[in-house]
């Protein structure tokens, strides 16, 4: 079971690897879109990198509600806690 400190500083990563975002540039308050230039298309990829740590299909539903990286870091959190 991953901490929502151990989450954020692996979605930290996959941004910075994944999308080539500064790790300066993520906070928790950061927004993935407007923030971060993180789009649709990219999104669809933070998820499959999500489901991949989590081992747990994640259900599109789940992230609509996303805005920052706290948000995301809320869900993976919730759904790790879910078994």
Do not use: C, N, W
């Amino acid at each position: 079971m991953y901490s929502q400190e151990e989450i954020y500083h692996k979605i930290v990563s996959i941004l910075e690897e994944m999308f080539e975002v500064d790790p300066q540039q993520v906070t928790p308050d950061a927004h993935l879109y407007e923030d971060l230039d993180i789009d649709s298309i990219d999104a669809v990829d933070l998820i499959v990198e999500l489901k991949k740590m989590t081992g747990k299909k994640i259900q599109p539903d789940d992230f609509k509600a996303v805005r920052t990286v706290q948000d995301v870091v809320v869900e993976v959190h919730k759904l790790l806690s879910k078994d």
